[in-house]
């Protein structure tokens, strides 16, 4: 629902610099919604409800099909209370507006989560809202800085003022709200620099953009790999991967000085990161042989399952607990299984309620489970 797209990676245009084959495989392996991608994008509708100054409750159905939940009611209240201390009621805000980034390249446009611009003195906020767990840097963001670099050309235009004499005025606060991530004690992180500051970083993103999308573009191994649909058929991460594992069981000697212990420790993590993000690829493209149809050996698919979520609004999950003698509050209101605790009538718990399916996962297969269901043996 928000992020950069067109040619920006999702994690940021940093794998322009390193993976000139991304935009390729991108392109050929296309890659589905998630339960995780779904759930974010709900994430991102509750916060933009809020702003605008609608009522959003645990148990409503997003635009997409999925329950609101309680987290994402937390989350949304800490993107209203953060854009209320950062910018003023009076200052226009925009939420999930389409922002072309012609600085980095064409064809290249990105839809910041919110962002705002304060002329005296000339103060640019830009906030971006993750759902997810995994720990998102706001210090020196690719994604971040490409969103700063479009908005940058459009204010100077509407200003009338150069970008290269503009940027050397703006002061620019770029955060990162993760409501489910606390890095130092966190959840909310920002970083302000110069706008001129960020020339460097705007350049490296140019030259990369080029790289990437010219004739034959070199493939590398990067972080990036974990986020790539197409690393499961990716040469220079299976070439990598095989490498590293073969790394991984030579023998050292028992202590290592300082120096070498530190640099067999940092090969060591890169060759994990590696191997990670193959184990991930390959993990995706075994699962899809599975829904295909196809017979795998060694693995074979579980459905995951959500949170059981109530279906209704919470004024009418308390009148039915008021009805049955049995009180829903705690405060707001129990979860389904917790109303079960309280007596109330399981049947009537599975009529009022839902449990979203999860993602399916992929679990090691063993002969010994078929043997124990049908009473065979090898």
Same mark, same amino acid.
């Given at each position: 629902?928000?992020?950069?797209?067109?040619?920006?990676?999702?994690?940021?245009?940093?794998?322009? =610099?390193?993976?000139?084959? #991304?935009?390729?495989?991108?392109?050929?392996?296309?890659?589905?919604?998630?339960?995780?991608?779904?759930?974010?994008?709900?994430?991102?509708?509750?916060?933009?409800?809020?702003?605008?100054?609608?009522?959003?409750? *645990?148990?409503?159905?997003?635009?997409?099909?999925?329950?609101?939940?309680?987290?994402?009611?937390?989350?949304? +209240?800490?993107?209203?209370?953060?854009?209320?201390?950062?910018?003023?009621?009076?200052?226009?805000?925009?939420?999930?507006?389409?922002?072309?980034?012609?600085?980095?390249?064409? +064809?290249? #446009?990105?839809?910041?989560?919110?962002?705002?611009?304060?002329?005296?003195?000339?103060?640019?906020?830009?906030?971006?809202? $993750? %759902?997810?767990?995994?720990?998102?840097?706001? %210090?020196?963001?690719?994604?971040?800085?490409?969103?700063?670099?479009?908005?940058?050309?459009?204010?100077?235009?509407?200003?009338?003022?150069?970008?290269?004499?503009?940027?050397?005025?703006?002061?620019?606060? %770029?955060?990162?709200?993760?409501?489910?991530?606390?890095?130092?004690?966190?959840?909310? =992180?920002?970083?302000?620099?110069?706008?001129?500051?960020?020339?460097?970083?705007?350049?490296?993103?140019?030259?990369?953009?080029?790289?990437?999308?010219?004739?034959?573009?070199?493939?590398?191994?990067?972080?990036?790999?974990? +986020?790539?649909?197409?690393?499961?058929?990716?040469?220079?991460?299976?070439?990598?991967?095989?490498?590293?594992?073969?790394?991984?069981?030579?023998?050292?000697?028992?202590?290592?000085?300082?120096?070498?212990?530190?640099?067999?420790?940092?090969?060591?993590?890169?060759?994990? *990161? =590696?191997?990670?993000?193959?184990?991930?690829?390959?993990?995706?493209?075994?699962?899809?042989?599975?829904?295909?149809?196809?017979?795998?050996? #060694?693995?074979?698919?579980?459905?995951?399952?959500?949170?059981?979520? #109530?279906?209704?609004?919470?004024?009418?999950?308390?009148?039915?607990?008021?009805?049955?003698?049995?009180?829903?509050? $705690?405060?707001?209101?129990?979860?389904?299984?917790?109303?079960?605790?309280?007596?109330? +009538?399981?049947?009537?718990? $599975?009529?009022?309620?839902?449990?979203?399916?999860?993602?399916?996962?992929?679990?090691?297969?063993?002969?010994?489970?078929?043997? =124990?269901? %049908?009473?065979?043996?090898?």
């Amino acid at each position: 629902m928000s992020g950069a797209h067109s040619i920006l990676p999702p994690s940021g245009a940093a794998a322009w =610099r390193r993976c000139g084959l #991304w935009v390729a495989m991108n392109q050929a392996y296309p890659k589905p919604d998630t339960p995780e991608s779904m759930e974010g994008n709900a994430a991102h509708w509750v916060f933009a409800e809020m702003l605008a100054g609608r009522i959003v409750c *645990e148990g409503l159905i997003a635009p997409n099909g999925v329950v609101v939940t309680e987290e994402m009611i937390e989350g949304g +209240d800490l993107v209203v209370e953060t854009v209320r201390a950062r910018i003023p009621v009076s200052q226009w805000r925009h939420v999930e507006e389409p922002v072309t980034i012609g600085r980095v390249h064409p +064809d290249c #446009w990105g839809t910041p989560d919110i962002w705002a611009f304060t002329p005296f003195p000339p103060v640019l906020e830009v906030i971006d809202y $993750k %759902f997810g767990h995994r720990f998102v840097d706001e %210090f020196e963001n690719d994604q971040g800085i490409a969103y700063i670099a479009g908005l940058i050309e459009r204010l100077a235009d509407e200003i009338g003022e150069g970008p290269g004499l503009f940027d050397q005025r703006l002061k620019v606060n %770029f955060t990162v709200i993760q409501p489910r991530c606390f890095y130092k004690g966190s959840p909310v =992180r920002t970083w302000s620099v110069m706008a001129s500051e960020l020339r460097g970083h705007i350049n490296a993103l140019t030259m990369a953009a080029d790289i990437a999308l010219a004739p034959n573009p070199p493939a590398v191994t990067n972080s990036e790999c974990g +986020d790539c649909p197409g690393r499961h058929a990716c040469p220079a991460l299976q070439k990598a991967a095989y490498y590293d594992a073969e790394f991984a069981v030579k023998s050292s000697p028992v202590e290592l000085p300082p120096a070498a212990a530190s640099l067999e420790l940092k090969m060591l993590e890169r060759s994990l *990161e =590696r191997l990670q993000s193959r184990v991930e690829g390959m993990r995706e493209a075994v699962g899809a042989y599975i829904r295909q149809g196809h017979s795998v050996p #060694w693995h074979r698919a579980e459905q995951g399952y959500g949170r059981q979520q #109530w279906t209704m609004p919470v004024d009418q999950v308390l009148a039915m607990g008021s009805l049955m003698g049995v009180d829903l509050s $705690k405060p707001g209101v129990k979860t389904p299984k917790q109303a079960v605790k309280s007596g109330v +009538d399981e049947a009537v718990i $599975k009529a009022y309620s839902v449990t979203p399916l999860g993602s399916i996962k992929l679990v090691p297969d063993n002969p010994a489970d078929a043997r =124990r269901v %049908f009473g065979t043996s090898t």
